[in-house]
C-alpha cells in the first residue's frame, strides 16, 4: 500500500492571509462528538485506515442567503466546523456555471487549467487536470469512492474513475441514496450532488424568493438524514469522517460587470463548511476592509541633494492661484524609517520655505502639513502617514461668503484647515511658474532631508468635491468617466505604468509627467487597511475559502502526500483542533 503523510493537527488558530479574522462563537446543539480519543489501525486500506469524507455539494446555494436563514442542520454543523458565509465559487472574469464550479471543487485548479467554462465541459481535459476520483484510485485502487448526482453531466464529465457513480432525477433520490451507501458500503468518499436550489433560485437567488428558501430548507433536511445515517454507522466508532458542505456557485448577474471586484458578483458567493465532531468552531469571514492592495508604483526616493521624481511637462497644471475651488486627491505610501528636516513629496513651488508662491505637501515628523506662499500651513495633527501603509490624502480648496478656505483630509477625517486655524481664511497666491511635481520639489531648502514614498492616483479637480464625497470616495482606487465629477478633472495620473520615464494622464486634459533622476517603479502587495482594492490578486483571493481548496483539503484529510507537479491552487485551512495521530 502506498503510505502518505500523517497529518497531524494541533491547536491552532488559522495561518490566515491578511484579510482574515478568526471568530471563536457561542456553540448551538452539536452533532454527538461519538470519535473515539485513539483510532484503529489500517484495516480499509485508506492512509490510517480510520480518514473518511463525506461531500455534500449544493448547486446554487448563496452563502449569505444561508446565513440569513440559519437552517437547523447546517447551523449545527457550523457549530463544529471550519466554515464560511463568504466563499468564492470562482475569481476569474469569466462567467460563472455549474460546471466551472464543479470542475474547480473536484479537480482543485480553476479555469484557467481545466478550461471548463460553459455547461457542456467543452475543452475539458481529464488527463491534463484529474479529478478528485482520479487522484485517490492513483494513490489507493482500491478505494471505495462513490458519486450520487442530480445532473448526469457531473458524472459523466467528472467522476469516471469513481467506484461508482450513479445518476438520479431529483435530489431526493440522491438523498436516499446515499443513506443507502451509508447503512451497507465502506465508502471512504462519498460525493452527493444535489441541484434543486439552483432550479429554484431562477432569477431571484435570495430571501424574497420563497421557492428558493424552501428548497433550501429541504436540503438541510436532507442533510440531516444523511448526518443520521451517518452516526448510526456501526463502524462510526472507529471512523473518522469529515464532513464537506459547499456551494458548487450561487445565482445572481454574473460576468464582466462585476468580474472587478469578485466579492461583489452574486454568482460567486458559496458557503463552505469542513465538519467534524473533533474540531472547533472557526469561522472564516471577509474583512472588505483589510483586503491584500497590489500593484506597481513609481519609488520616489529623494533627498535635499538628489531626486528622483515625477515632473508636469507644463507649468500651468496645479495652479490653484488666488480665488477659485480645486480639489487635490492623491494616495501615498510613505516608508517609516527616520527622515529629517521637512522633505516635501508633491507641489507646485519653488521654495516653500521663503515665501514663494504655490504650494506644497510635506513632511512633519510622522505626519505632513500644507502649506501655501510660504506663509500659511496646517498640520495633518497627530495622523501617522508614515507607516507603511497606504493612505488617503485629499485638499479641499473652497470658496464660502466670498471667504477662501482650505482643508486637510486623510483616510476619510478631517486632520487640518481653517476650522482649526485662528486666522480663518486664506489668501496666498497658490500659482507657481515652477512645474507640477510628484516627489521631491525642487528647493534650496537646507533642513530638508530624505524620504522614500510610493504614490499612486493623484487627482486634481477644478470644483470643490463636497466634504461627503471627499470622505466617501478615500478608500476608491479606480477612478471612471461613470464617477461624479469625473468631467471637473483636469488631471489623473494613475501612476501604474510599471516601467518607462513618463506617467501618462488619464483623462486627456493634463500633461505627462517625466520622471527626472532614475525611473524606479517598485511592485507592492500590501495590506491596505485604508484603502479599497481594486485590483485584485491571488493573496486577494485566498482570504475566503475557495472551490478549489477543496480538494486539497480531502488529500491531506486522507494522508495522502500532494506532489508539486500536480499543480493544485487550493490552500490548506488547518483545523484549530488536537486529534492523536497513528
Not at 503510505?3 to 491552532?12: A, C, E, Q, R, V
Request: with cysteine.
Amino acid at each position: 500500500m502506498k503510505k502518505g503523510f500523517t497529518l497531524t493537527i494541533k491547536y491552532l488558530s488559522f495561518a490566515l492571509v491578511s484579510g482574515l479574522f478568526l471568530m471563536s462563537l457561542g456553540c448551538n446543539k452539536d452533532f454527538d462528538n461519538t470519535l473515539p480519543t485513539s483510532f484503529k489501525n489500517d484495516t480499509l486500506g485508506v492512509g490510517d485506515g480510520s480518514k473518511r469524507v463525506l461531500y455534500i455539494i449544493l448547486d446554487g446555494v448563496k452563502g449569505s442567503v444561508l446565513k440569513s436563514l440559519a437552517p437547523t442542520n447546517l447551523t449545527q454543523i457550523t457549530a463544529k466546523s471550519i466554515y464560511s458565509y463568504d466563499g468564492l465559487a470562482d475569481y476569474q472574469t469569466n462567467e460563472i456555471t455549474n460546471a466551472g464550479g464543479w470542475a474547480n471543487m473536484i479537480t482543485g485548479v480553476d479555469v484557467s487549467k481545466h478550461k471548463v467554462n460553459t455547461e457542456n465541459f467543452s475543452g475539458f481535459d481529464s488527463q491534463a487536470t484529474p479529478t478528485l476520483f482520479s487522484r485517490v484510485k492513483s494513490v489507493y485502487a482500491n478505494t471505495r469512492t462513490v458519486s450520487f448526482a442530480a445532473t448526469a453531466a457531473f458524472n459523466d464529465n467528472l467522476a469516471a474513475d469513481a467506484t461508482v457513480k450513479q445518476s438520479f432525477a431529483d435530489d431526493a433520490a440522491v438523498k436516499t441514496a446515499a443513506i443507502n451507501e451509508i447503512n451497507t458500503n465502506s465508502p471512504s468518499i462519498l460525493v452527493a450532488q444535489f441541484h434543486s436550489a439552483d432550479a429554484a433560485g431562477g432569477n431571484n437567488y435570495s430571501t424574497s424568493n420563497t421557492t428558493y428558501t424552501n428548497a433550501i430548507n429541504t436540503l438541510d433536511g436532507y442533510i440531516g438524514e444523511i448526518l443520521t445515517a451517518l452516526r448510526a454507522r456501526k463502524t462510526f466508532g472507529g471512523e473518522n469522517w469529515m464532513v464537506i458542505v459547499a456551494s458548487n456557485k450561487a445565482g445572481g448577474p454574473s460576468g464582466a460587470a462585476n468580474s472587478a471586484n469578485p466579492f461583489v458578483d452574486a454568482s460567486r458567493n458559496t458557503f463552505v463548511a469542513f465538519y467534524n465532531p473533533k474540531f472547533s468552531r472557526s469561522q472564516v469571514a471577509l474583512d472588505p476592509n483589510n483586503l491584500p492592495y497590489s500593484g506597481t508604483a513609481p519609488n520616489l526616493v529623494c533627498t535635499n541633494t538628489s531626486r528622483n521624481d515625477l515632473v508636469a511637462n507644463n507649468t500651468t497644471i496645479g495652479n490653484f492661484g488666488t480665488s477659485g475651488d480645486y480639489t487635490l486627491l492623491l494616495k501615498v505610501k510613505a516608508n517609516h524609517s527616520s527622515v529629517g528636516g521637512y522633505p516635501p513629496f508633491i507641489g507646485k513651488t519653488a521654495n516653500f520655505a521663503n515665501g514663494n508662491a504655490g504650494w506644497v505637501l510635506f513632511t512633519n515628523g510622522d505626519a505632513w502639513n500644507f502649506k501655501a506662499n510660504g506663509t500659511q500651513q496646517f498640520g495633518a495633527g497627530t495622523r501617522n502617514f508614515r507607516d507603511g501603509l497606504w493612505h488617503t490624502i485629499a485638499i479641499r480648496i473652497y470658496t464660502e461668503n466670498g471667504t477662501r478656505y482650505v482643508t486637510g483630509y486623510q483616510d476619510g477625517k478631517i486632520v487640518g484647515g481653517p476650522f482649526t486655524q485662528t486666522n480663518g481664511s486664506w489668501t496666498a497666491n497658490m500659482t507657481s511658474t515652477t512645474p507640477f511635481t510628484v516627489g521631491n520639489i525642487v528647493t534650496t531648502e537646507s533642513t530638508v532631508s530624505a524620504i522614500d514614498v510610493l504614490i499612486q492616483d493623484v487627482l486634481i479637480y477644478n470644483v470643490a468635491l463636497s466634504e461627503n464625497d471627499i470622505i466617501n470616495n478615500m478608500r476608491k482606487t479606480k477612478f471612471s468617466p461613470t464617477d461624479a465629477y469625473y468631467s471637473n478633472i483636469v488631471g489623473y495620473w494613475p501612476l501604474n505604468e510599471g516601467q518607462g520615464s513618463t506617467a501618462a494622464e488619464k483623462t486627456g486634459k493634463g500633461p505627462l509627467l517625466n520622471f527626472v533622476g532614475t525611473n524606479i517603479w517598485k511592485p507592492y502587495g500590501d495590506l491596505a487597511p485604508n484603502v479599497s482594492a481594486s485590483v485584485f490578486t491571488t493573496a486577494a483571493y485566498t482570504a475566503v475559502p475557495n472551490g478549489v481548496d477543496i480538494p486539497l483539503m480531502i488529500y491531506n484529510w486522507l494522508n495522502i502526500a500532494v506532489p508539486a507537479n500536480w499543480n493544485l491552487m487550493g490552500r490548506f485551512y488547518t483545523p484549530p483542533v488536537n486529534l492523536p495521530t497513528n
